[in-house]
């Protein structure tokens, strides 16, 4: 069963590196979907993921930060707290109504951009995420090759046999018991 367990995540493993990390991982700057705007806020938002305390379940409480660019419309962008060392620039009341630019993937998901540019000064670029997305890389790498190591490894064979008594599995000894059995079944008890 924990074997079933480990290939399961493998599975989700292969499926979130091929769909979500490849795409993003070899782009250069210049393939990044930009999105430019003025920024007219910031704010932290507390989020509780909303789990019922009936089942037991311990409630998460997270944070992240909302950043709203305005061009002609306003839109919202969120950087979650994997990047709270760079919050205190954003949330600066002097970068308030400075141009800023974020860098997102092919997806063009608004949350986590790969990059962000506050008045032409980077805040942060792709290498925060490059060296967590080559960690999960690397662990599903290191993953597939245990369980195709275990999935395909030869299985010993078991010798059933004892040492009180050795058997010969020969066409003879095979015809010899089963005249036994025979005999056994019309003279004695009627049990084969």
């Given amino acids: 069963m924990k074997d079933f367990k480990l290939y399961i995540l493998n599975v989700v493993l292969i499926f979130i590196v091929g769909y979500y990390i490849l795409p993003d991982f070899s782009l250069k700057t210049s393939d990044f979907y930009k ?37 002609r419309e ?33 997806s063009k998901e608004q949350e986590d951009p790969f990059r962000i540019e506050l008045n032409n ?39 059933f046999t004892t040492d009180l008594k050795t058997e010969s599995h020969s066409f003879s000894t095979f015809i010899k018991r089963k005249a036994i059995g025979l005999r056994d079944f019309f003279l004695g008890s009627g049990k084969l």
Avoid: C
């Fill in 74 to 106: 306003l839109h919202e962008y969120y950087i979650s707290d994997i990047y709270k060392k760079y919050w205190e620039t954003l949330l600066n009341p002097n970068a308030i109504g400075q141009e800023l630019v974020l860098y997102l993937g092919v």
């Fill in 35 to 71: 999105v430019s705007g003025v920024l007219s806020s910031a704010k932290i938002e507390t989020k509780n993921d909303g789990r019922s305390r009936e089942y037991g379940l311990r409630s998460v409480i997270g944070k992240r930060l909302i950043l709203n660019l305005s061009d």
């Fill in 121 to 159: 000064k980077i805040v942060y670029d792709t290498d925060v995420s490059f060296y967590r997305n080559l960690l999960i890389m690397l662990f599903t790498l290191a993953l597939t090759i245990r369980n195709l190591y275990f999935y395909f490894k030869s299985e010993e064979i078991v010798d």
